[in-house]
T-cell receptor, first 115, second 113 residues
Framework: DAGITQSPRHKVTETGTPVTLRCHQT?????MYWYRQDPGHGLRLIHYSYGVKDTDKGEVSDGYSVSRSKTEDFLLTLESATSSQTSVYFC??????????????FGPGTRLLVL | AQSVTQLDSHVSVSEGTPVLLRCNYS??????LFWYVQHPNKGLQLLLKYTSAATLVKGINGFEAEFKKSETSFHLTKPSAHMSDAAEYFC???????????FGSGTKLNVKP
């Protein structure tokens, strides 16, 4: 299994509080992604990173920010959590991208409940 | 814009019978296509990927998928279902720059003994 850990694995928080989720990899892969998974929607990309300090938005980025100060860590922050952000969050990594279909490796997920 | 439609939200088969999970995509370019599997309370694992090298793609655990450009489809098949195949399956398409990925809504496969 690819060396990807996510912390915390479970979190309950209240509306309006800030929340930070951490993704840590030991593979030295360049690309890192944050997705959220909701019933009926599959996984949707929130933000991704293509290198240290290089990030870009995905399709559901509103209300989320990210930072990547080291190759191995990719942080997802909910500045002021809302109930609509209750979800399961997955981090993924890939060594590269391109037309050869680089594989993404997924972390175990973080379950976030916003009350 | 690219999109992915998985035509069945639930599929139920008996053990030992064939599996067909359907996926249609919409894209103005030649994308990379993937199938991922997610077992209950687990992360996702790659089953197979299409990268324009061959239209019939073989993956792990006996799964394969055929890319049909004229039908914009990438259906997943397996000749004989096993109980361990019970999981949720996601069809995924890349964007034009192969940096972003778009998931279908998923198909839950139930395998009956």
């Amino acid at each position: 299994d690819a060396g990807i850990t996510q912390s915390p694995r479970h979190k309950v928080t209240e509306t309006g509080t800030p929340v930070t989720l951490r993704c840590h990899q030991t593979e030295n892969h360049r690309y890192m992604y944050w997705y959220r998974q909701d019933p009926g929607h599959g996984l949707r990309l929130i933000h991704y990173s293509y290198g240290v300090k290089d990030t870009d938005k995905g399709e559901v980025s509103d209300g989320y920010s990210v930072s990547r100060s080291k190759t191995e860590d990719f942080l997802l922050t909910l500045e002021s959590a809302t109930s609509s952000q209750t979800s399961v969050y997955f981090c993924a990594i890939s060594e590269s991208t391109g037309p050869y279909g680089e594989t993404q490796y997924f972390g175990p997920g973080t379950r976030l409940l916003v009350l | 814009a690219q999109s992915v439609t998985q035509l069945d939200s639930h599929v139920s088969v008996s053990e030992g019978t064939p599996v067909l999970l359907r996926c249609n995509y919409s894209s103005s370019y030649s994308p990379s296509l993937f199938w991922y599997v997610q077992h209950p309370n687990k992360g996702l694992q790659l089953l197979l990927k299409y990268t324009s090298a061959a239209t019939l793609v073989k993956g792990i655990n006996g799964f394969e998928a055929e890319f049909k450009k004229s039908e914009t489809s990438f259906h997943l098949t397996k000749p004989s279902a096993h109980m361990s195949d019970a999981a949720e399956y996601f069809c995924v398409v890349s964007d034009r720059n192969f940096n972003k990925f778009y998931f279908g809504s998923g198909t839950k496969l139930n395998v009956k003994p």
